[in-house]
């Protein structure tokens, strides 16, 4: 089915000034066009796990999020270093975050997996050059 | 009625500072003053309490009332207990409500402390909703059926103290007075907010409050300060110290004394904490006291004294009260009260949220409003009558404002 709008948000590497905001921004979004409160919950979720993983382990990126008639697609790419080993980063409280990450509340080693949870399809993909990961919850 | 307060007009000089302060946006200013849309206002009180003019007025029932009445019961909220100097007992409140007319008084910490307990078993039968939320503030219920609707199933449905004890403190008026009928007595609760009186006009539930008449605290605070003046005899009456927590930010927390809990009060930092919920970062917290006053119940509106020197009120009782007196025994019933489902409440309709956006519609009118929010100068210096810049653009997409209201572009020669 076509996309009826496509929304790109850029994430800087390290800005915990603005962690979370885009997250709140699409939230926001979603609830002005009126997708029901699962919709919007697990969005959330995935958002702003995606967004503190750019923040904290890569070296920038992006969410694009697409919707469309039947479903809403997030799109999440960043620009390295990658991930070593992805089945490691997807078992739950596997973590590689630093002390000072982990002081500041995060990297409990849940955000991947996190994200697989509240999507009904969720594709890995990363090299050295960065990770991709898309993420479609279906809309009944 | 969807509002417990009202603007005078005249009064009202059209100044923005209420616009401004309302978390919901409700206010707009139209014609040089200010006008609230009802299907928004959450009665929180905020515009009532920064109006330099004091325009909003209270809309609350009279002490006249008290004649409609054959007998008539006062339950004073408990933030009460902390507007008068330091040191007065709260047995001489008591006593100045019957100097005042009424027959008896039934504190309401003493139903505080039995939903407490209701809230504990609540949130330990529920271990899968996290984090469960008290629906004790009115205002920030209201809130999240507004702005956070996906956080509607984290609410915890139970009935408020003020119910609970109008409840007991009715059957308790009927045993001791075989003559009495139910429509003989008057149920009056004492309330520190507008928040609270809509929900007896109004209840959240849609079945009918157990009390019958609401005045606001400082509509009769003057003629308790001086009915607490003619009676210095000593007196006896004890409150529920778990119960009286309840007047201040934290006290629930406290008296609920889960593992993991975040008491927050004030609105900017409630909206704060329901953001971080709907983001899922608070997954981990068992109990959320949201208290839409800053300082807890005792900021609530209509209380006389500062929070500040109220809260210390409160805890000076908390302190000097002996633990081991007994208190009224409806609050020993606490089992057989929940087996007879008491505290059962039903505020959330679930089915009323659910409903299938027209998506290619909605979409398209995020993307006028960002067209026109383009045009905007983002002062949001609220002289258009509308609190930000984005505000206006949406009234002006909705229909109901044009872009020449803005005066910054009319000043650019726009």
């Known amino acids: 089915m076509k996309k009826i709008k496509n929304y790109v948000y850029k994430i800087q590497k390290n800005d915990f000034t603005n962690a979370g905001k885009v997250s709140s921004e699409i939230k926001r979004t979603l609830k002005k066009i009126g997708f029901n409160n699962i919709v919007i919950r697990k969005i959330a979720v995935i958002s702003y796990e995606s967004e503190m993983n750019i923040v904290i382990h890569s070296e920038g990126g992006l969410i694009e999020l697409g919707i469309y008639e039947d479903k809403i697609t997030l799109f999440i790419k960043d620009n390295g270093p990658g991930i070593e080993d992805i089945e490691l980063a997807m078992t739950e409280g596997y973590s590689t975050a630093s002390s000072k990450v982990r002081e500041l509340g995060f990297g409990a080693g849940m955000g991947l997996p996190n994200i697989k949870n509240c999507s009904d399809k969720f594709e890995i993909t990363s090299d050295t050059n960065g990770t991709i990961v898309r993420s479609t919850i279906f809309l009944e | ?414």
């Open chain 2, 1 to 414: 009625m969807k509002r417990t307060f009202y603007l005078e007009k005249d009064k009202c000089k059209g100044c923005t500072n209420c616009m401004r302060k309302c978390p919901t946006e409700a206010i707009r200013i139209v014609e040089g003053k200010a006008k609230i849309n009802d299907d928004k206002c959450i009665n929180c009180g905020e515009c009532i309490r920064v109006c330099p003019y004091n325009a909003y007025n209270a809309i609350s029932d009279k002490i006249e009332d008290l004649k409609k009445f054959k007998y008539n019961i006062a339950i004073p909220s408990t933030t009460v207990y902390g507007q008068f100097s330091l040191g007065t007992q709260i047995c001489k409140i008591h006593n100045a409500l019957v100097g005042l007319g009424f027959d008896y008084v039934y504190d309401e910490s003493w139903a505080a402390e039995l939903v407490t307990k209701a809230i504990k078993d609540k949130v330990s039968e529920d271990i899968n909703a996290r984090p469960m939320i008290s629906s004790n503030c009115p205002a920030i219920v209201r809130l999240i059926k507004i702005k956070y609707k996906s956080l509607l199933e984290n609410i915890i449905e139970i009935e408020a103290p003020m119910e609970i004890a109008a409840r007991l403190s009715l059957e308790r008026v009927l045993r001791n007075n075989k003559d009495l009928e139910k429509k003989d007595i008057g149920i009056f609760y004492i309330s520190p907010c507008p928040a609270k009186i809509l929900s007896v006009k109004e209840p959240m539930d849609k079945k009918d409050s157990y009390i019958n008449r609401v005045i606001s605290l400082k509509e009769i605070y003057g003629d308790m300060i001086r009915e607490l003046k003619m009676h210095s005899e000593s007196c006896f009456s004890n409150p529920s110290l778990t119960g009286l927590k309840w007047a201040i930010s934290g006290g629930q927390t406290e008296a609920c004394d889960f593992e993991n809990s975040i008491s927050v009060s004030g609105l900017e930092n409630v909206l704060d904490i329901l953001e971080e919920i709907e983001l899922g970062k608070l997954d981990h917290i068992d109990f959320i006291e949201a208290l839409s006053c800053n300082g807890g119940c005792v900021g609530g509106t209509y209380n006389f004294e500062n929070p500040f020197v109220a809260n210390s009120n409160i805890k000076h009782i908390l302190k000097k009260t002996d633990k081991g007196l007994l208190l009224n025994d409806d609050v020993e019933k606490y089992t057989e009260l929940k087996s007879k489902g008491y505290f059962a409440s039903k505020i959330i309709d679930k089915f009323e949220e659910d409903r299938k956006p027209n998506i290619k519609e909605a979409v398209e009118k995020i993307d006028k409003i960002e067209q026109i929010y383009d045009k905007l100068p983002k002062l949001d210096c609220g002289s258009c009558g509308a609190p930000t810049c984005r505000a206006l653009a949406e009234d002006i997409v909705n229909g109901t404002d044009t872009i020449d209201s803005c005066v910054i572009l009319k000043l650019e020669g726009n």
